[in-house]
C-alpha cells in the first residue's frame, strides 16, 4: 500500500511523519511504503502522484496569501517557494481519485484554501493563541463530529505549533474541534458521502505517542481507510 507524503522541506521533524506511518502500519499489521512526493531537494515524483493509494499533507511554511487573497504588506506570511504550486497538483491528483486523506498543520490550512476558504494570516493579531516549539493544548471536538467518532474522545490534550490558522471554511467543510478560544483546530466534510476519506488537524500528531488518541486513532483510522478504499 502507497502512501504519498505532499512535500519535505527538509527539516528532520519531516521524518516522524514517516515513523508514525510506519508505527502504525507494524500496530495495525497493515503494509505501508511511504514516499515522498516532492521536497526541498526533490523533484516532484508526478508517476507517484498518479499511483499512491492514500496521501498525508505535511506541515510547514504558510501558504501563499495571495490563494486566499490576503495582501501580506507586512510580511507576516513565511512562504516555501514553489510548494503551494507542488502541493495544489498533489491535491489533485487525490481529488482525482477520491484518495484517503490525512491533513496535519499546514496540510488543514493548504486544504482548506483548496477548498475555496481562508485563512487568519497571524492569530497573534486576533488571539493570545500563537503556539511556538511544539505547545501542548486542549481542544475540544464536536458532538457527533467524525473526529470524535474516530478518536472515541470528546476532548483531550494535543501538541501543537502554529502562527496562522483557518477562518472562512472552504466548500463543503465544518468545524471538527476547536481550541477554548475558538481557534479551529480540526476539520471534516459536512456530508462525507462520494467524499474522500478525511482527517484534517492542526496540530501535529506526529510529535505525539500513538497511544494517545488524538494521535494514534488518526493515523490508524487514515491506514484503514486507505487499505479499505484499495478493495
Known amino acids: 500500500m502507497k502512501i504519498g507524503l505532499s512535500y519535505d522541506q527538509g527539516s528532520p521533524k519531516y521524518r516522524l511523519y514517516v515513523g508514525a506511518l510506519m508505527a502504525a502500519a507494524e500496530q495495525t499489521g497493515i ?57 495544489w497538483e498533489v491535491l489533485d491528483a487525490a481529488f482525482a481519485r477520491r484518495l484517503p486523506m490525512l491533513a496535519i498543520c499546514r496540510g488543514m490550512q493548504l486544504l482548506n484554501v483548496y477548498q475555496g476558504g481562508t485563512l487568519v494570516p497571524d492569530v497573534a493579531d486576533v488571539s493570545a493563541h500563537r503556539l511556538e516549539d511544539d505547545q501542548r493544548h486542549r ?52 456530508r462525507p458521502m462520494r467524499r474522500p476519506w478525511l482527517a484534517a488537524v492542526q496540530w501535529h500528531p506526529e510529535r505525539m505517542g500513538l497511544d494517545e488518541p488524538f494521535s494514534g486513532a488518526l493515523f490508524r483510522g487514515f491506514l484503514q481507510a486507505v487499505s479499505l478504499a484499495r478493495v
Open 31 to 87: 503494509d505501508v511504503q511511504p514516499f515522498w512526493l516532492a521536497g526541498a531537494e526533490r523533484e516532484p515524483d508526478r508517476t507517484a502522484m498518479r499511483t499512491m493509494d492514500g496521501l498525508l499533507i505535511t506541515g510547514g511554511a504558510d501558504v501563499e496569501p495571495h490563494r486566499y487573497g490576503f495582501r501580506d504588506d507586512a510580511g507576516v506570511c513565511a512562504i516555501q517557494p514553489g510548494r503551494d504550486e507542488i502541493e
Open 139 to 190: 481542544v475540544t471536538l464536536e458532538s457527533g463530529s467524525a473526529m470524535e467518532i474516530l478518536t472515541g474522545q470528546r476532548e483531550g490534550d494535543v501538541t501543537s505549533t502554529h502562527h496562522q490558522a483557518v477562518d472562512v471554511l472552504g466548500n463543503g467543510l465544518q468545524v471538527a474541534a476547536r481550541h477554548d478560544d475558538g481557534t479551529i483546530e480540526a476539520i471534516e466534510w459536512t
